[in-house]
């Protein structure tokens, strides 16, 4: 369902019978969201499966086609109390600017939130815990400004951990953001009655003020919500090797009409669309080339180094860098069945796969916040229980609301999944794509390594170490001659013979009359001398012995 979810790159047969869709879920704030979702998924007809992510926010589902579709699924996740967000993810480039647009905005609102929650939570602190320091804050006005103060956090930077509560209330269900609600909720109560109606507490009539926990309210919200920022700040760093790989991803096309040449968006091209495509650009979408021949940089897929030679017939892929000729190209495919677009999905899903330690965190986390919720409610029964006066009432309430707070879950539920997101981000920046999180977790077992090509632990830019002149002539000139020629090509190998010969003192002139051979050499003449550098067989068919 195009517009309501995103959909993988590849669907079809899964490794389980079915296909795979991936949702992206918003208002998920703990691992308890985590099972609530997954739950609601798996309870649908159909489905076989459902794993969801905290980390990266999204859902991996196996589904039999026959039976529902990603609509059902959408209409589940939201029937459990969260949404899947709209946005049109025709390429890999348009879902990777909703999903940032979508994430900054939720970043700006956390910070405003916490700024404001901080700055008037700083003067509640000062005059709560001033204990007579400062004149009258124990006094009349001074617990009515703190009044104002703590109102102003809890009903504004606060009201979202209150409205996820009484969503997850609604559905049956806790969540951390229950474990919050009730704890600053019991606190701000509390100090709003000793307030505004002290008489209700004994000993009143003897001038007795029951004590009042407003700055405990503002400073558990203030620093939840900055753990929200961290939270934040953590997840924009797994989405960054995403963002990396769809940035190769080039925004418009040269697109070969009756007119000539038009630029447009690369969303606008279609099936056998023809491009052209300029050395030193991005092809921007797999396909064949019709025309031209060129090197063009493939190490975005394949990790190799130096550059493929191309001309007609030949395939090219999106996002890949043409270097030296002009090509043409009959586009192939788009959108989701682009390669690039294949490899940023296998990289999400491996992101949002779960590793065994990964789920038994989820296990766990389900069961946690009920069991905190029986704790301190007996907490709360035992010191009432002991000291069933006012100051024993403000003693359970106080450690009531440290029961709930200090035993909120989110780093259970976050750990795992944010582990892996970061391996396997940090991987994809490198060039390694590993397949998911049990992959991941068994890496630690592995005790051999082999590597296959150079490039892997090498830099990938070759360098001219030594120069070996045959019999009868001058291994300095040679290179001189060499990197003359050279010196207007754009190949790594070429570029490393010029640089080598600067390196050793040898004079560069510029060539005349250069011409490139696409998989043969070059050619050019250099001080009146024709100079030809290239494969054997070619230098062979000039009638150079090798």
Known sequence: MQGTMEMPASTGPAESEGEVCLLPIAGMTCASCVRRVERALSDVDGVSQAAVNFATER???????????????????????????????????????????????????LYRDFFVAMTLTIPLLVLGMSHGAIPGADGPLGRALQLVLASVVVLGPGRRFFRLAWIAAKHRTSDMNTLVAMGTGAAFAYSFVAVVAPQLFPHAEHGAVPHVY?????????????????????????????????????????????????????TALALDDLVLV?????LP??????RGSSAVDESMLTGESLPVDKEAGDPVFGGTLN????????????????????????????????????????????????????VAAATFGVWLFLDPTATGLATAVERFVAVLVIACPCALGLATPAAIAVGTGRGAELGVLVRGGAVLEAASRVDTVLLDKTGTLTEGQPRLTDVIGVEGFDAAELLAL????????????????VQGARDRGARVVSPVGFASRPGLGVEAEVSGRRVRVGTADWLALAGVET
């Open 482 to 497: 060499v990197a003359s020629v050279e010196s207007e090509s754009e190949h790594p190998i070429a570029r490393a013979l």
């Open 323 to 374: 270097q030296s000729g002009s090509l043409t190209v009959r586009v192939g495919s788009l959108g989701a069945d682009s390669a690039l677009a294949r490899i940023v999905e296998a990289v999400r899903q491996a992101q949002g796969s779960k590793a065994p330690i990964a789920r038994l965190a989820d296990v766990v986390s389900a069961y946690f916040v009920p069991a905190v919720l029986v």
């Open 285 to 290: 979408a797999d396909g064949q080339v019709m």
């Open 278 to 282: 300029r050395p030193g650009e991005r």
């Open 214 to 266: 407003f700055e405990a309210a503002g400073a558990i919200l203030t620093f939840v919500l900055l753990g929200k920022v961290l939270e934040g700040r953590a997840k924009k760093r797994l989405s960054d090797a995403v963002r990396g790989l769809v940035a190769l991803q080039p925004s418009s096309a040269r697109r070969l009409g009756r007119e000539g040449v038009e630029e447009v968006p690369v």
């Open 59 to 109: 859902a991996t589902v196996t589904y039999d086609p026959a039976r529902t579709d990603p609509a059902a699924l959408a209409r589940a996740v939201e029937a459990a109390g969260y949404s899947v967000p709209v946005a049109r993810q025709e390429t890999p480039t348009e879902r990777a600017d909703e999903g940032e647009a979508a994430e900054e905005r939720e970043r700006k609102a």
